[in-house]
């Protein structure tokens, strides 16, 4: 079925920062062996694209100022170094085979239909716990600040680029143009809900970083007319999702 095909998109991902800090072999087993044999076989039938869903944050670790696709990386837990290392991996098959390359390195995503059984997804967290009368747990004290970026959003740059030429490769960040701390996230939520978040704080993780600003010129440079929905929006219709949902149980990917 893939001869019939120019372009695959690469979505796969079986952990997040948090739960690869302390089983590191499972991301090289689990995701980095997976992505390689793909690659083989992607190989063997001559595909022309790949469209690869990489990680802003843990690619490039604790920098300072807006971060932007050219920088030093310094990733700071496995999952980061994986997801680098299988970026890597796209620049050798693209000189070993030419199979062309679209890698977008994105940011925190929320939304309808996110799925955070793997402990992933602040918003959607706070969101649901909050709809089920749960308190909600904040690891540090709040002062993190991220890079939030709407699903349909991230559904909407991904799909541009299934009709733009497949002989050449780009990496963009891809990310809103709002950077917020998590207590500024906070905020904005108890703007929309109907009572107060029960919010409590918790020792930090040795996985978070305290500050990542992802810088989007790149993209928007190359698409100048794409919007980004505002924060407030997105955690609103969210928030009306989870609501007539009770749950989200629907999966996407993480990053």
Known sequence: KFKEIDIVYYL???????????????????????????????????????????????IYGPLKGKIVETVDKKPQSPHGIIKYTMENYLLYYLKKSNINHTIFRISNIYGECQDISKGLGLINTILENHINQKKIEIFGDGSNVRNYIYIKDVVRAMSLFASEKLSSSQTFNLSSSENLSINDVIKVINTIVDRSLDVIFIDPRGSDLSRVEIDNTLFTKF?????????????????????????????????
Do not use: C
């Open 223 to 255: 698409y100048p007319n794409f919007s980004f929905t505002k924060i407030k929006e997105g955690i609103k219709r969210t928030f009306n999702h989870l609501k007539k949902q009770n749950k989200g149980l629907i999966i996407w990917f993480s990053t």
């Open 12 to 58: 796969a991902s079986s952990s997040i920062p948090a739960s690869s800090y302390t089983k590191p072999i499972n991301d090289i087993e689990n995701n980095l062996i997976p992505f390689v044999n793909f690659l083989e076989a992607m190989s063997a039938i001559q595909l022309k694209k790949i469209i690869f869903s990489s990680s802003a944050g843990t």
